[in-house]
């Protein structure tokens, strides 16, 4: 399987995020890889989109999302979950635009992920935002590296073509913010997946 390169995510915000279904995110600890298959993400593009962090402008913790293609932005929300965003645009853009990794399917490294996750059923490990960081050891020590450098602990890779029809679509999770920014349809998920986040 190859890694996805910055080209993959110098395209049409939406149109990445939909693509990303089916794909591997990976993080190499200590020498062993720990992965899943991502099968939920919610996109957010723009400086006029409400529910993006960058709506109000550059600010020291969202400056990575006016970078480059392929650079991780990570944060922390309720002082103890970090949340693993990748910045999706075409080049040479002027405007924030990330893609929140939502929910992956546990694929390799199940041992680690179990580890850090006692006490929780396996499809309770990675099947939320919070969750898959936590799974995966991922940290703002992360956040800012390019995700499609080679080297990069933390990347993508091909893995499964997923057919259109098993792509569901609706409106992204957890946020209060005006119309049409409330209902906009910008969250993907795989169809009758069990580690999905949320099903409708």
């Known amino acids: 399987m190859s890694r996805l390169t910055q ?17 591997l995110l ?24 409400l529910a993006s ?33 990748v910045i999706a645009k075409p080049e040479g853009v002027d405007y924030p635009a990330a893609i929140l990794i939502r929910a992956l399917e546990p694929v390799e490294g199940l041992q680690f992920m179990a580890a850090r996750r006692t006490g929780r059923r396996r499809v309770e490990w990675t099947s939320g935002p919070g969750r898959l960081t936590l799974a995966l050891a991922i940290d703002q020590s992360l956040n800012g590296i390019d995700m499609t450098a080679p ?13 259109g029809e098993q792509v569901q679509t609706g ?17 993907f998920w795989l169809r009758d997946n069990p580690f999905v986040s949320r099903a409708g």
């Open 7 to 23: 080209t993959f995510f110098a395209r049409d915000t939406l149109t990445t995020a939909h693509d990303l279904l089916g794909c």
């Open 26 to 49: 990976v993080h190499e600890v200590d020498g062993q890889r720990v992965a899943g298959r991502i099968v939920e993400v919610e996109a957010y593009t723009g400086h006029d989109d």
């Open 53 to 85: 962090h960058a709506a109000r402008g550059k600010t020291p913790r969202n400056t990575v999302m006016f970078g480059p293609p392929g650079i991780s932005y990570i944060y922390l929300i309720y002082g103890m979950y970090q949340l693993l965003n």
């Open 151 to 163: 080297g990069s602990p933390l990347y993508f890779e091909e893995e499964i073509d997923v057919p």
């Open 171 to 187: 409106p992204r999770i957890g946020i209060n913010v005006s119309e049409p920014w409330q209902s906009m349809p910008w969250r």
